[in-house]
């Protein structure tokens, strides 16, 4: 299953609403799950199930979607956000990541 | 804490084997899947597969064609991945995953990273 992304990278400031898209190439459920990830540190789980918050992730974070298309929405960007943003789908192996989107200032 | 603590920078040539390891705490290691999940330069994330400790059941990606392989030892709470003669385009950052439950397929705790360069 192949799952796409868009955009790839997006020019954001302090404050604005950021929303990611990830298309996937069948339908997968809500088996999609979003990942943060910082140069220099491990991935950050987000977002799972399409649009479950781990404790602990800001509620300025939420995930829509299902079947196919799906959303990852920054309510109010802070500094610590700017970063690389994925998808992956879990509903069928090999699980696969979207080739990801860089949210720069 | 739930952590997972990966072993350090390998630096090899090509055709040499390496070992590389993630140490799991905090929580039941052989209870959990681990995952393996590959940066490599200027490229994005790749799941690799994903092994049970307790029994060492383990899933490859195809992608892999056997090139690597994955095991555990539950008695001291580590995963290892390990390939037997590498490749210049094995050099990556590669990453251990805690999958939080069977079937979900979703990576709760990620260790700190592996990053392996291979020379040719």
């Known amino acids: 299953i192949q799952v796409t992304q868009s955009p790839s990278s997006v020019s954001a400031s302090v404050g604005d609403r950021v929303i990611i898209t990830c298309r996937a190439s069948?339908?997968?459920?809500?088996?999609l799950n979003w990942y943060q990830h910082t140069p220099g540190a491990a991935p950050r789980l987000l977002i799972y199930s399409a649009s479950s918050l781990p404790i602990g992730v800001p509620s300025r974070f939420t995930g829509d979607g299902s079947g196919t298309d799906f959303t990852l929405t920054i309510s109010s960007l802070q500094p610590e956000d700017f970063a690389t943003y994925y998808c992956?789908?879990?509903?069928?192996?090999?699980?696969?990541f979207g080739q990801g989107t860089k949210v720069e200032i | 804490d739930v952590q997972l603590v990966q072993s350090g920078v390998e630096v090899k040539r090509a055709g040499e084997s390496l070992k590389i390891s993630c140490k799991g705490s905090?929580?039941?290691?052989?209870?959990?899947?681990i995952a393996w999940v590959r940066q490599m330069p200027g490229e994005g994330l790749e799941w690799m597969g994903i092994i049970y400790p307790r029994d060492s059941d383990a899933r490859y990606n195809p992608s892999l064609q056997g090139r690597v392989s994955m095991s555990a030892d539950p008695a001291i709470d580590t995963a290892y991945l390990q390939w037997n003669s590498l490749k210049a385009s094995d050099t990556a950052m590669y990453y251990c995953?805690?999958?939080?439950?069977?079937?979900?397929?979703?990576?709760?705790?990620w260790g700190q990273g592996t990053l392996v360069t291979v020379s040719s």
């Open positions: 905090g929580y039941s290691f052989s209870t959990h899947w």
């Open positions: 995953a805690r999958q939080i439950a069977t079937g979900t397929g979703w990576f709760d705790t």
């Open positions: 992956q789908q879990s509903d069928t192996t090999p699980w696969t």
């Open positions: 069948q339908n997968i459920g809500d088996y």
